[in-house]
């Protein structure tokens, strides 16, 4: 069976299953901890753990259902991509992480491609993407054992397209899905080229209450066309393509709620002029 090895551990995120759980059970039990509700799809950060972990963490943890049945397959998209990249997915075989393999769901990747224009790529010939790697460790802890579906989405009309045709091929195939969207959100200073503010508190109170701002109103208002404009014209999204699939996704799956379970930026931990922010927010009925 093909594998798709790991790229970051060790250096992004621990290499050993102990070290992850560790550092796991250490984000389960900072600020809010996750969510409780009825939380079907999520926006997560993909930094290294030491920035953006726990956001990411204990969004994903805010997913598992309170009730017993068990789900099948979570659908995670990333990676980035301009709006003219083609969208890709893996189609078969497993995924690496320290805390075990996570299985791809190939009848329910074979199906989505079956009914969308999208590249089929093999594990050994996936490329790496700290977007979706960071999210594989927390996958396999909070969901043992589901399968993953695992999507590259451009910033591009078809991403809302793919979301909702996940959704669909999930419910025809009658498999019950959980979909994280993987995204950071403005990358700022002099490192990113991207200084319209100046540098200091100055620059991180406007990318707070005005740029990301502007980006979670529009995930929080699941408008799929207003996600991808924001990422692509504000810079304020590194994977709007992702963010605007996982918006689409939650729409069709009957969600008609946002919750932004947390906000911070790299400037919290390192004050440096050069920083990213990082949100986890989640989408569910009410």
Same mark, same amino acid.
């Given at each position: 069976?093909?594998?798709?090895?790991?790229?970051?551990?060790?250096?992004?995120?621990?290499?050993?299953?102990?070290?992850?759980?560790i550092e796991i059970l250490q984000f389960l039990?900072?600020?809010?901890?996750?969510?409780?509700?009825?939380?079907?799809?999520?926006?997560?950060?993909?930094?290294?753990?030491?920035?953006?972990?726990?956001?990411?963490? @204990?969004?994903?943890?805010? =997913? #598992?259902?309170?009730?017993?049945?068990?789900?099948?397959?979570? #659908?995670?998209?990333?990676?980035?991509?301009? @709006?003219?990249?083609?969208?890709?997915?893996?189609?078969?075989?497993?995924?690496?992480?320290?805390?075990?393999?996570? !299985?791809?769901?190939?009848?329910?990747?074979?199906?989505?491609?079956?009914?969308?224009?999208? @590249?089929?790529?093999?594990?050994? &010939?996936? #490329?790496?993407?700290?977007? =979706?790697?960071?999210?594989?460790?927390?996958?396999?802890?909070?969901?043992? &054992?589901?399968?993953?579906?695992?999507?590259?989405?451009?910033?591009?009309?078809?991403?809302?397209?793919?979301?909702?045709?996940?959704?669909?091929? !999930?419910?025809?195939?009658? @498999?019950?899905?959980?979909?994280?969207?993987?995204?950071?959100?403005?990358?700022?200073?002099?490192?990113?080229?991207?200084?319209?503010?100046?540098?200091?508190?100055?620059?991180?109170?406007? #990318?707070?209450?005005?740029?990301?701002?502007?980006?979670?109103?529009?995930? &929080?208002?699941?408008?799929? &066309?207003?996600?991808?404009?924001?990422?692509?014209?504000?810079?304020?999204?590194?994977?709007?393509?992702?963010?605007?699939?996982?918006?689409?996704?939650?729409?069709?799956?009957?969600?008609?709620?946002?919750?932004? =379970?947390?906000?911070?930026?790299?400037?919290?931990?390192?004050?440096?002029?050069?920083?990213?922010?990082?949100?986890?927010?989640?989408?569910?009925?009410?």
């Amino acid at each position: 069976m093909e594998k798709k090895r790991t790229a970051f551990a060790g250096t992004w995120y621990p290499a050993s299953a102990e070290a992850c759980n560790i550092e796991i059970l250490q984000f389960l039990s900072e600020k809010t901890g996750p969510a409780t509700g009825d939380f079907t799809a999520g926006i997560v950060p993909h930094a290294g753990w030491v920035y953006s972990g726990s956001i990411a963490c @204990r969004t994903i943890a805010s =997913l #598992v259902p309170s009730g017993e049945k068990p789900v099948d397959t979570i #659908v995670l998209f990333g990676a980035h991509m301009h @709006r003219q990249s083609e969208p890709f997915v893996m189609t078969q075989g497993a995924i690496e992480t320290p805390l075990g393999d996570i !299985a791809v769901d190939a009848e329910m990747v074979e199906a989505l491609a079956d009914s969308i224009s999208i @590249r089929k790529r093999s594990p050994v &010939k996936f #490329v790496d993407e700290n977007t =979706l790697e960071l999210q594989y460790p927390f996958i396999k802890y909070f969901f043992p &054992k589901a399968k993953i579906v695992v999507c590259g989405v451009a910033p591009s009309f078809f991403a809302p397209i793919i979301g909702t045709m996940a959704v669909e091929t !999930a419910n025809a195939l009658k @498999r019950t899905i959980r979909v994280i969207g993987s995204t950071d959100m403005t990358h700022y200073g002099p490192d990113f080229g991207f200084t319209p503010a100046g540098t200091g508190k100055t620059a991180v109170e406007w #990318v707070t209450t005005s740029n990301d701002a502007a980006a979670l109103a529009a995930m &929080k208002n699941m408008d799929d &066309k207003e996600i991808i404009a924001q990422g692509l014209d504000h810079h304020n999204m590194c994977c709007p393509g992702a963010a605007a699939a996982t918006a689409a996704a939650a729409k069709k799956m009957g969600a008609n709620q946002a919750l932004v =379970l947390d906000y911070a930026t790299s400037f919290d931990k390192t004050g440096s002029d050069s920083f990213v922010g990082y949100t986890g927010l989640l989408y569910g009925r009410d």
